[in-house]
């Protein structure tokens, strides 16, 4: 699990495909602090480089990680799937 001292920050798992054509993923721990920035420039469609945002956590090639890092991921850093969707459905069911 993470440090308890460290900042916070967002794990988000990130599907893209390169100058090439290449599809990738890749697990990225997102700083607070850079969060909003790296989702503005990410929705923007701009290029942009994802290590200036976050640390690499587990990367690879395809659409998707394969189940074996999904697991590691949510194990040893508590990675939820669809997380923003299940914000968003909680915030609903407050209302």
């Known amino acids: 699990m993470k440090d308890d001292h460290l900042p916070p920050s967002v794990l988000e798992l ?8 290449d599809d990738y993923w890749i ?3 997102i700083p607070i602090s850079k969060f909003v920035e790296y989702r503005v420039q990410l929705e923007s469609g ?3 480089s994802l290590l200036d945002y976050g640390e690499p956590l587990a990367f690879g090639v395809g659409t998707s990680p ?14 939820v799937e669809k997380f ?3 914000v968003q ?7």
């Not at 459905?89 to 209302?95: D, S």
């Open 27 to 29: 697990y990225l721990d």
């Open 89 to 95: 459905e909680l915030l609903e069911e407050l209302k």
């Open 66 to 79: 394969p189940v074996e890092v999904r697991r590691k991921m949510e194990y040893l850093y508590g990675a």
């Open 84 to 86: 923003e969707q299940s």
């Open 14 to 21: 990130t599907q893209f495909t390169c100058e090439r054509g």
């Open 46 to 48: 701009e290029p942009l």
